[in-house]
């Protein structure tokens, strides 16, 4: 029996090469390395997306919203590309053994396809399917020609529905180049591509932008119940700032290519006086670092690092602030006098914050409907073959 129709964002994260990859390997660990690298898949795509459906190689995940963040949505899918090639890496890493399947990791990568549309979901079997014309559209667009037009192996396709719910005004202008396909039953679909590749060498090479336990001068630390990325949402989103920080009263963004991210520079109101702040690093659920600028007399430029890391059961974060101690005397001094202002505009906020938060991982845990379950990796990869 369907359901009304509902709009929905989704999502299609494909482990590309891996039907080559098989061809030539032993298939105990190549199911295993695949195991492990659609849980991390599925892992870096949660709370945003749900999993509808494991298809083979691919992951088919959906989030029920007829609104969407387009910074927040690209955040999403870069994030999990970075934690794919991450896993990837440690996989490679970790593994003693010399058989093909370990030997040819690093032949596979990860594509996205992400569409908006109507869905609708429908008892089949004992299993509840999504279904309807945009379902059936963002699986044709898995098969495409992106790499034989663009060059790119890895990447992330946005429909033009999709940038149209985003707010992205100006896709080319944000780096994502326009790119068309036709169908048999659907006809021309047309779209913007993402190179991944370029977001994952970017994301390495900033990944030193970060102050740590040795150059701060100010540290503190809160745990929140709830995974980092719906931290991360809560710290950096201006909407939700307005709910927690103390003395806010606006938060004026100035992004760099249409979305937050390295370069957007913030203007936190308070009153008559705003602390303005420039985006240096921004790995999101893990690292932002920021240089401010105090609305105070004699006061330079200061480095502060926001560190989101997951508790071992990825239910909680603790949530860390670095202030990065200052080369002159002069600035050292000054920033010893802010301290207090600090702890109150940190200790007083994100204590606000704290049921914030829970109220959200609540609300969400309400809403959410269950998962298929993942494939377990036995790990056999891991340890030479006998």
Same mark, same amino acid.
């Given at each position: 029996?369907?359901?009304?129709?509902?709009?929905?964002?989704?999502?299609?994260?494909?482990?590309?090469?891996?039907?080559?990859?098989?061809?030539?390997?032993?298939?105990?660990?190549?199911?295993?390395?695949?195991?492990?690298?659609?849980?991390?898949?599925?892992?870096?795509?949660?709370?945003?997306?749900?999993?509808?459906?494991?298809?083979?190689?691919?992951?088919?995940?959906?989030?029920?919203?007829?609104?969407?963040?387009?910074?927040?949505?690209?955040?999403?899918?870069?994030?999990?590309?970075?934690?794919?090639?991450?896993?990837?890496?440690?996989?490679?890493?970790?593994?003693?053994?010399?058989?093909?399947?370990?030997?040819?990791?690093?032949?596979?990568?990860?594509?996205?396809?992400?569409?908006?549309?109507?869905?609708? #979901?429908?008892?089949?079997?004992?299993?509840?399917?999504?279904? +309807? =014309? $945009?379902? *059936? !559209?963002?699986?044709? %667009?898995?098969?495409?020609?992106?790499?034989?037009?663009?060059?790119?192996?890895?990447?992330?396709?946005?429909?033009?529905?999709?940038?149209?719910?985003?707010?992205?005004?100006?896709?080319?202008?944000?780096?994502?180049?326009?790119?068309?396909?036709?169908?048999?039953?659907?006809?021309?679909?047309?779209?913007?591509?993402?190179?991944?590749?370029?977001?994952?060498?970017?994301?390495?090479?900033?990944?030193?932008?970060?102050?740590?336990?040795?150059?701060?001068?100010?540290?503190?630390?809160?745990?929140?119940?709830?995974?980092?990325?719906?931290?991360?949402?809560?710290?950096?989103?201006?909407?939700?700032?307005?709910?927690?920080?103390?003395?806010?009263?606006?938060?004026?963004?100035?992004?760099?290519?249409?979305? #937050?991210?390295?370069?957007?520079?913030?203007?936190?109101?308070? +009153? =008559? $006086?705003? *602390? !303005?702040?420039?985006? %240096?690093?921004?790995?999101?659920?893990?690292?932002?670092?920021?240089?401010?600028?105090?609305?105070?007399?004699?006061?330079?430029?200061?480095?502060?690092?926001?560190?989101?890391?997951?508790?071992?059961?990825?239910?909680?974060?603790?949530?860390?602030?670095?202030?990065?101690?200052?080369?002159?005397?002069?600035?050292?001094?000054?920033?010893?006098?802010?301290?207090?202002?600090?702890?109150?505009?940190?200790?007083?906020?994100?204590?606000?914050?704290?049921?914030?938060?829970?109220?959200?991982?609540?609300?969400?845990?309400?809403?959410?409907?269950?998962?298929?379950?993942?494939?377990?990796?036995?790990?056999?990869?891991?340890?030479?073959?006998?």
């Amino acid at each position: 029996m369907l359901d009304q129709p509902r709009p929905a964002c989704l999502v299609i994260a494909d482990i590309s090469g891996y039907t080559s990859y098989l061809a030539g390997v032993e298939l105990d660990h190549a199911q295993d390395i695949l195991a492990d690298l659609t849980d991390a898949v599925v892992r870096a795509l949660r709370p945003t997306f749900r999993l509808a459906k494991l298809e083979g190689d691919a992951a088919f995940a959906y989030v029920v919203t007829d609104v969407v963040d387009g910074s927040a949505l690209q955040d999403t899918i870069e994030h999990c590309y970075i934690a794919f090639r991450r896993r990837l890496r440690d996989i490679g890493q970790a593994s003693q053994c010399d058989c093909n399947a370990c030997t040819y990791i690093p032949r596979l990568d990860l594509k996205f396809v992400v569409h908006h549309g109507l869905i609708a #979901r429908q008892r089949m079997a004992g299993r509840e399917e999504l279904v +309807g =014309r $945009d379902v *059936i !559209v963002v699986h044709r %667009l898995l098969k495409n020609n992106v790499q034989a037009t663009l060059g790119f192996g890895a990447y992330a396709l946005y429909t033009d529905e999709c940038v149209r719910i985003m707010g992205l005004a100006d896709p080319a202008g944000a780096g994502l180049i326009e790119h068309r396909e036709t169908y048999e039953f659907v006809g021309e679909v047309s779209g913007w591509v993402r190179d991944l590749e370029a977001v994952w060498r970017d994301a390495e090479a900033s990944s030193a932008l970060v102050v740590g336990v040795a150059q701060a001068a100010w540290t503190t630390s809160f745990t929140f119940d709830g995974p980092p990325a719906i931290v991360w949402e809560w710290i950096t989103s201006p909407a939700r700032r307005l709910q927690w920080q103390i003395g806010v009263e606006a938060v004026n963004e100035d992004v760099t290519a249409g979305r #937050r991210g390295v370069g957007t520079t913030n203007h936190c109101v308070h +009153g =008559r $006086d705003a *602390i !303005v702040e420039e985006v %240096l690093a921004w790995h999101p659920g893990e690292v932002l670092t920021t240089r401010f600028q105090m609305p105070m007399p004699g006061v330079s430029k200061l480095t502060r690092s926001e560190l989101f890391e997951a508790t071992s059961d990825g239910a909680k974060t603790l949530f860390t602030v670095r202030v990065q101690r200052p080369s002159s005397a002069k600035d050292r001094a000054k920033l010893e006098e802010m301290a207090p202002i600090l702890r109150h505009a940190y200790g007083d906020g994100l204590a606000m914050l704290a049921p914030m938060i829970e109220a959200d991982v609540a609300a969400r845990s309400a809403r959410a409907v269950p998962e298929p379950e993942l494939r377990v990796s036995a790990r056999r990869n891991l340890t030479p073959r006998a």
